[in-house]
């Protein structure tokens, strides 16, 4: 039976005013409960003596009048800057509700808390320049929590410019860009409204349960992973990414390489096991006598290498990445023809680029393009990694840290999701948990971390769950 991995729901613009509607909740009622749990979870965060609340003319604005009064019902000392009168009906009435100081944003002095109630997830345009700059003004010695979204952000796409924020109360659930521009958004605090999230497709990264073996466990039925090593000289990739499948649960890594680079691997390696597979006939052999659970193609890998298709006939669950890429450039429907089974794929932007192309749309738009092309589940790294199942469904990671962008983190990434893989995580559930258990180990790993670093990282982030 497959393990299977909770992950919290995202909802987009669009499916956000769906659920509004779906909720059965009037929206003035909506905009009073987000003003009760914004507040709450402001006093919690600051406790501030004293608090300006930027408003915007739209919805937005009208959470932050919510917000407002609930603060000063608290005790807080709170004073509206404005940008403006109130333009929609659900924001006039709580404008209306506000009984307290309201002056033009312009006007407005410091204080301890800034609240960005300006423009929301419905943001059609950016700030204007005189808006942002009181904003900064406001900001520069302020604490900074925003509502839903910093203004200027993008809700769907994380795109624009925005202040950063070190709090951000998101209403209903978290929005795309909580994830895509997690360095805006700052702590992420959901205030639940009570939508109905079981249609969700979008969704953010989660921890796997703890990835404990059966009292009776052997190392076969913990997984059994084989990566394909490359040539002499070039096998670093590849003993990366098979003891990071050891280090994330598998009971048996074993490398498939040439026979002239044996002596390599196993000069680095102990837990690993190495055997010589020259070619498809080497690889089909190994194949015949261990019972693998799960397979890694590509890293240290050249296009040219022939025993890549073998794997790729096996019908194991596999983790494909680098020398794939450059096997099947500009031929996607090559490379979903000569899938057999599950499998992740886990390209950078110029891997994506080399076997895609240009696809249109967002980084989220081309990730779940892909998926849906390849049959695959698709994992598109970067500072914001997103992970697509062919079905639609989609998640994004924050849980990362920016030690990672170093030579060899991804080897050890797909090491990781074939762990994974080989302890009866689906792909889409794989890849999610093993992206945040990667960015968990950069975070352990640290300033100074090496991709050699990693695999120990991992191990400790397994043991932490």
């Known amino acids: 039976m497959a393990t299977r991995l909770t992950l919290p729901p995202m909802l987009g613009t669009t499916a956000t005013r769906a659920a509004e509607a779906a909720s059965g909740i009037t929206a003035i009622d909506l905009m009073d409960r987000a003003g009760v749990l914004a507040a709450r979870a402001i006093l919690a965060f600051a406790a501030p003596r004293c608090a300006v609340v930027a408003c915007g003319t739209g919805n937005n604005g009208g959470d932050g009048y919510a917000v407002a009064r609930h603060l000063a019902a608290a005790g807080v000392a709170v004073t509206v800057a404005a940008t ?46 005189a808006v942002a700059a009181h904003l900064l003004r406001l900001a520069a010695a302020a604490r900074i929590v925003a509502l839903d979204v910093p203004s200027g952000l993008d809700a769907d796409d994380g795109s624009g410019d925005s202040l950063t924020a070190e709090l951000t109360v998101a209403f209903g659930m978290a929005k795309p860009a909580h994830g895509l521009a997690a360095d805006r958004c700052g702590r992420v605090v959901v205030a639940d409204l009570g939508f109905d999230i079981r249609a969700a497709t979008l969704f953010a990264t989660a921890a796997p349960p703890p990835l404990t073996p059966a009292r009776d466990a052997h190392k076969y039925a913990r997984g059994a992973v084989l990566t394909l090593g490359g040539v002499a000289g070039h096998g670093g990739a590849a003993r990366l990414a098979a003891l990071a499948a050891a280090r994330a649960g598998a009971g048996l890594s074993l490398i498939a390489c040439p026979a002239a680079a044996v002596a390599e691997n196993a000069a680095h390696l102990d837990a690993v096991m190495v055997r010589a597979a020259d070619d498809a006939a080497g690889v089909a052999a190994l194949l015949g006598a261990h019972r693998f659970a799960a397979g890694v193609a590509g890293p240290g890998l050249g296009g040219d290498d022939l025993r890549i298709a073998t794997l790729l006939a096996s019908r194991l669950p596999l983790v494909l990445d680098a020398g794939v890429f450059s096997a099947f450039a500009a031929a996607p429907d090559r490379l979903a023809a000569a899938l057999t089974g599950p499998a992740v794929l886990t ?56 030690w990672l962008a170093t030579a060899g983190a991804g080897d050890v990434l797909s090491g990781v999701i074939a762990g994974l893989l080989a302890q009866r995580f689906d792909a889409f559930d794989a890849a999610c948990a093993g992206v945040w258990l990667h960015g968990d180990a950069g975070g352990r790993a640290g300033p100074g971390m090496t991709a050699d670093d990693l695999p120990d990282a991992v191990g400790r982030a397994v043991a932490a769950l």
Do not use: C, Q, Y
């Open 84 to 129: 403006g009168d109130p333009a929609t009906p659900t924001a006039r009435a709580m404008r209306l509700r506000w009984t307290g100081i309201v002056v033009p944003l312009g006007e407005a002095l410091p204080a301890a808390v800034l609240v960005d109630a300006v423009l929301g997830i419905g943001r059609t345009r950016p700030l204007a320049s």
């Open 347 to 402: 390209p950078h932007d110029g891997e994506f680029s080399r076997l895609f192309g240009d696809l249109a749309g967002s980084r989220l738009d081309r990730a779940r393009a892909a998926a849906a092309r390849i049959g695959a589940v698709v994992v598109l790294k970067g500072p914001a990694t997103i992970v697509a199942a062919p079905d639609g469904r989609a998640a994004i990671n924050s849980h990362s840290t920016p």
